[in-house]
């Protein structure tokens, strides 16, 4: 999809992002929402796409790094559980849980029993979630290896994207099938009626992202708010410059037009 196009469908969608957003805290919603995928498949596109738009105080996103040596000695969904949303938050895992299913099973980060008890415990995880309140959305984004080819390609190519490739991406490039196996053994495991995996087909990713983000707010139950623009009064006085002092003003200009 051609950059004008997708812009042209894109603004529309992220005005509905704000009114889903006044709605939430209004409500006082509580939104997870999991983004899962092979590496390069566009998880933070779409995320960015989203919380572009939205206030960074209702809108978090999450992306964890490795566990500690403390937190590996958790139970294993503890350290999520403090990213979780309060009232009228929303919650944007860029990868989640579900590593333990993915990544960690493919590469060996965990133990058979480890990955074993995970499937069994991620339904009921997300059930008592679910029972207390909160709207969860799973994504998982779809990806041909050609198409993630390209983009590992572009990743190495480009200094400003170089750092989205990772030691692990590039280990696991030859491990395109055991990742579709590992992730159809999780669909399996954990794709139920309270808590379903949408498939987002993400080999044009900007079309990915619009089904995605018109995917997202037809699931949510998103009521009107008012929302009318501030009267904004004249100004008492004539607008004063800033001033300083203590010696202290902005640094010299170096992009002045010449």
């Known amino acids: 999809m051609k950059r004008k196009e997708y812009e042209t469908h894109l603004e529309p969608l992220q005005r509905e992002l704000v009114a889903m957003q006044n709605w939430m805290r209004h409500s006082g919603a509580r939104i997870v929402v999991l983004f899962e995928g092979r590496d390069a498949a566009g998880k933070g ?43 009228g938050e929303m919650v944007l895992f860029d990868r989640s849980w579900y590593n333990r299913a993915g990544v960690e099973k493919v590469m060996g980060y965990c133990s058979d029993a480890q990955y074993q008890q995970f499937l069994q415990q991620v339904p009921v995880f997300e059930k008592l979630l679910i029972d207390d309140g909160v709207l969860l959305l799973k994504y998982w984004l779809t990806v041909d290896q050609s198409e993630q080819e390209e983009r590992f390609a572009e990743r190495a190519a480009d200094p400003l994207k170089r750092w989205k490739l990772s030691p692990v991406d590039l280990q696991s490039r030859d ?32 079309r990915g992202r619009l089904n995605l983000i018109r995917h997202l707010l037809d699931q949510l139950p998103v009521k009107p708010v008012p929302d009318s623009a501030p009267e904004l009064a004249p100004l008492p006085a004539a607008p004063q410059k800033e001033r300083f002092k203590a010696g202290l003003k902005p640094i010299k200009d170096r992009f002045q037009q010449t």
């Not at 105080?57 to 294993?76: D, F, G, H, I, N």
């Not at 395109?176 to 399996?188: I, T």
Request: proline residues 7%; aromatic residues 10%.
């Open 45 to 87: 596109g779409v995320i960015g796409a989203i919380s572009h738009v939205l206030n960074p105080r209702s809108c978090r996103v999450v992306a964890l790094p490795k566990p500690s040596e403390r937190e590996s000695s958790q139970w294993y969904f503890q350290r999520y559980v403090g990213a979780l949303p309060a009232a």
């Open 175 to 206: 491990k395109y099938r055991e990742y579709g196996e590992a992730r159809d053994a999780m669909l399996q495991a954990s794709h139920s009626k309270h808590a379903p995996w949408t498939l987002i087909d993400f080999n044009d990713q900007r």
